[in-house]
Nanobody, 123 residues
């Protein structure tokens, strides 16, 4: 079992930056690829970014590419999402997830999910 707890959400003005964290506990963290998803009110959950277990491979959705960086610290069992140049349309609940393979994450085939943290971009 893997438990995931997100933190770092909040209200940010357009153009601002925010770093989200996802702390994992349980089984060996580095065995899992990690991803971030978001869900805005009235919309379906959307893939944001993913990183492989070792951190060497990253994938981003087109909607955030160039503004977002995913990274992980396996010594701290934590994955991060650095968000820059925030826009009001980035407003959503952001959740992290774990899967055995980075390819699975892009299709939301994840084994474990966190509860999410709210990010609100104000205009």
């Amino acid at each position: 079992q893997v438990q995931l707890v997100e933190s770092g959400g909040g209200l940010v003005q357009a153009g601002g930056s925010l770093r989200l964290s996802c702390a994992a506990s349980g089984r060996t963290f580095s065995n899992y690829a990690m991803g971030w998803f978001r869900q805005a009110p009235g919309k379906e959950r959307e893939f944001v970014a993913a990183v492989s277990g070792g951190g060497g491979t990253t994938v981003y959705s087109d909607s955030v590419k160039g503004r977002v960086t995913i990274s992980r610290d396996n010594a701290k069992n934590t994955v991060y999402l650095q968000m820059n140049s925030l826009k009001p349309e980035d407003t959503a609940v952001y959740s992290c997830a774990a899967a055995r393979n980075i390819a699975f994450i892009q299709f939301s085939h994840c084994d474990y999910w966190g509860q999410g943290t709210q990010v609100t971009g104000s205009s």
